[in-house]
Nanobody, 125 residues
């Protein structure tokens, strides 16, 4: 079993930045592709970004490409989401997720077995 805990959410003004962190425990972190998803009020959960188990490949939703960066530190069992140039439409609960061991990261939530509880990101002036 893998446990995931997100942190780093908060309130930020449009154009600002936040860095989300996700701490993993209980499994061999370096084997898992990792993803970030988000869910805004009244909307379905959507893919944001993913990173391969080695960290060599990253994937982004069009809505966040060139603004967000996903990274991981396998020595620390951590995955990060650096969010720049934030917009009000980025407001959502952000979830960290671990996919299937040694597999290519999925762009769909059904490809992930383990989820954190989420951290709220609010972009507002």
């Amino acid at each position: 079993q893998v446990q995931l805990e997100e942190s780093g959410g908060g309130l930020v003004q449009p154009g600002g930045s936040l860095r989300l962190s996700c701490a993993a425990s209980g499994g061999t972190f370096s084997r898992y592709p990792m993803g970030w998803f988000r869910q805004a009020p009244g909307k379905e959960r959507e893919f944001v970004a993913a990173i391969s188990w080695s960290g060599g490949n990253t994937y982004y939703a069009d809505a966040v490409k060139d603004r967000f960066t996903i990274s991981r530190d396998n020595a620390k069992n951590m995955v990060y989401l650096q969010m720049n140039s934030l917009k009000p439409e980025d407001t959502a609960v952000y979830y960290c997720a671990a996919g299937r061991s040694m597999q290519i990261p999925s762009l769909r939530d059904i490809g992930y077995n383990y989820w954190g509880q989420g951290t709220q990101v609010t972009v507002s002036s």
